[in-house]
């Protein structure tokens, strides 16, 4: 069965430090994935989409890259403030509709 | 424009009570979805709607009933509530059935003692 692994382990940055959070996924050919921002007590806000004939993406200081060949996204955060800090989630999908599938999130928590 | 709304925010129900969670949207989207969110296992889709009129199974359906009343309504019902399903709810909806990003309402707590 298709399989999304995201570190469950919170990751602590320091202020001004680049975040760089990973999306593995297994028997799963995703046409583009999607990452959301979640913070406590609130539901997902979409990010950034990335498809599969696209290497890279950015939007300000995020940056997510998707390598089919080895089934793995990147989310990075450049220059990273204590606003920044909440989970993320990523969550590929298949080109028919748009069922997503999420990763269970990595906690970010960026310390000024 | 409020987007997702959901109702009510927080719910307690005793074991085989019932009780239907409301979600609307005003963003003219086709597409409504319910996804439950538990701790460590991520979201989950419970069951989605592509289009006024239509209903499918997501991965996790059994125990919850869906009703697709309009466009802008998408409502989830427990029938006999059970402490497995507590959880917090998300409703969420896109445009369509493409690589359109979902929007998310702020949940629901459900807690069943």
């Known amino acids: 069965s298709q399989k999304i692994e995201q570190n469950s382990e919170a990751l602590n940055i320091q202020e001004g430090k680049t975040a760089t959070l990973t999306c593995n996924y297994t028997?799963?050919?995703?046409?583009?994935l999607q990452w959301y921002r979640q913070d406590p007590g609130r539901g997902p806000v979409f990010l950034l989409l990335?498809?599969?004939?696209?290497k890279e993406k950015r939007k300000e200081r995020l940056k997510v890259t998707f390598d089919t060949t080895l089934k793995q996204s990147l989310f990075h955060i450049t220059a990273s403030q204590p606003a920044d800090s909440a989970t993320y989630l990523c969550?590929?999908?298949?080109?028919?509709?748009?069922?997503?599938?999420f990763g269970g999130g990595t906690r970010v928590l960026v310390k000024p | 424009n409020a987007g997702v709304t959901q109702t009510p925010k927080f719910q307690v129900l005793k074991t085989g009570q019932s009780m239907t969670l409301q979600c609307a949207q005003d963003?003219?989207?086709?597409?409504m979805y319910w996804y439950r969110q538990d701790p460590g296992m991520g979201l989950r889709l419970i069951y989605y709607?592509?289009?006024?009129?239509?209903?499918d199974k997501g991965e996790v359906p059994n125990g919850y009933n869906v009703s697709r009343l309009n466009k802008r309504e998408f409502s989830l019902r427990l029938e006999s509530a059970a402490p497995s399903q507590t959880s917090v709810y998300f409703c969420?909806?896109?445009?369509?059935?493409?690589?359109?990003?979902?929007?998310f309402g702020p949940g629901t707590r459900l807690l069943v003692l």
């Open positions: 969420a909806s896109s445009a369509s059935g493409g690589f359109e990003t979902q929007y």
């Open positions: 028997n799963y050919s995703p046409a583009y």
């Open positions: 990335i498809r599969e004939n696209e």
């Open positions: 969550a590929p999908a298949k080109a028919a509709g748009n069922k997503l599938t």
């Open positions: 963003m003219n989207h086709n597409s």
């Open positions: 709607s592509a289009s006024e009129g239509t209903t």
